[in-house]
């Protein structure tokens, strides 16, 4: 694929999972990577070190997704501290599963604000600032075409940002920006419990979970040149458990 030399690149919630391996992936192509956390200082330095002592390029900045104004902010300040906003991922998530009758409105607005809403502005934001061929990749869960059982506000949520990337990708195109979803299915990365870990190996003819490098793989080629004539889609990466 074609470098990314030079490009300036943000992943959210990138301190662990399924963000930490894209950031990482990008940064092995030359991305100046600005690596998203909430928490997790101790996790989100170690990341940054790694990419540095391979001979990338990465920092570290704090942002709550689920809020607006925190949002924004990630993608002024980068703007501000490289003068360029060229990639945006979407990643920071959280998997909350409840059913419809053990949901409360607050329970419901968390999932909105984080998968959603945050996301959103975060796009509005980055349309402002990001140049021209500039790549924005969200990241939403297979469950959106799985239908399983127990978590409705979540996967609705998810779906919501499949519908803005359809949307926002046809608003962005005149500027030959691309913007393209990946749902990645069940992956391993530490938080699955045992139930969803052998549903995810049995609905998968590999029969075998994800890893956070077979998503970062996609995500690679979606922000690269060669993936200039893809927008607005919805790509499975979930080892063949959504045909």
Do not use: C
Not at 40 to 61: F, L, N, Y
């Amino acid at each position: 694929m074609t470098s990314l030399n030079g490009k300036v690149a943000i992943v959210t919630g990138a301190s662990s999972g399924i963000g930490q391996a894209i950031a990482e992936r990008l940064a092995t192509e030359g991305a100046i990577v600005v690596v998203n956390y909430l928490r997790s200082e101790s996790k989100v330095r170690a990341v940054v070190a790694a990419i540095q002592g391979k001979g990338g390029k990465a920092v570290a900045v704090q942002a709550d997704i689920s809020v607006v104004a925190d949002a924004r902010r990630l993608v002024v300040d980068t703007a501000a501290q490289f003068s360029r906003v060229d990639i945006l991922v979407n990643n920071a998530g959280k998997f909350v599963p409840k059913s419809l009758l053990d949901t409360s409105e607050d329970d419901f607005d968390a999932q909105m604000a984080l998968h959603a809403k945050g996301p959103y502005f975060a796009m509005q934001e980055a349309a402002k600032v990001m140049r021209d061929q500039g790549r924005i990749v969200n990241i939403s869960s297979a469950g959106t075409k799985l239908h399983y059982y127990g978590a409705t506000a979540y996967l609705g949520s998810r779906g919501a940002l499949e519908q803005f990337t359809q949307g926002i990708a046809q608003e962005l195109a005149p500027r030959g920006i691309t913007v393209n979803t990946v749902a990645p299915g069940f992956t391993d990365t530490g938080i699955l419990t045992e139930p969803y870990r052998q549903m995810g190996i049995q609905l998968s003819p590999f029969k075998r979970l994800g890893r956070p490098e077979d998503i970062a793989e996609v995500v690679a080629f979606l922000v690269s040149e060669q993936a200039r004539w893809v927008t607005g889609q919805t790509i499975q990466a979930g080892g063949g458990i959504v045909m």
